[in-house]
């Protein structure tokens, strides 16, 4: 699992990046999620990188 939080407004950002940021399920700042870690979870993180922080889970 990968635990997902948004330190960065997504307020500037592109659009594409802003709904990549809602598919992963980060709605509000320093809201933190766990997402299973598989290819496509880790291709959206790393089209947002410069937005999120990501840590290795269980």
């Known amino acids: 699992m990968l635990k997902i939080t948004l ?15 809602e598919a992963l399920g980060l709605r509000k ?3 933190t999620v766990e997402q299973k ?3 496509a979870i880790r291709g959206m993180i790393h089209h ?3 937005l999120i922080k ?3 889970g269980k």
């Open 7 to 21: 330190v960065r407004s997504p307020i500037g950002a592109k659009p594409k990046h802003r709904a990549t940021i």
């Open 29 to 31: 700042m320093h809201a």
């Open 37 to 39: 870690d598989n290819p």
């Open 48 to 50: 947002v990188k410069h």
């Open 54 to 56: 990501v840590e290795e």
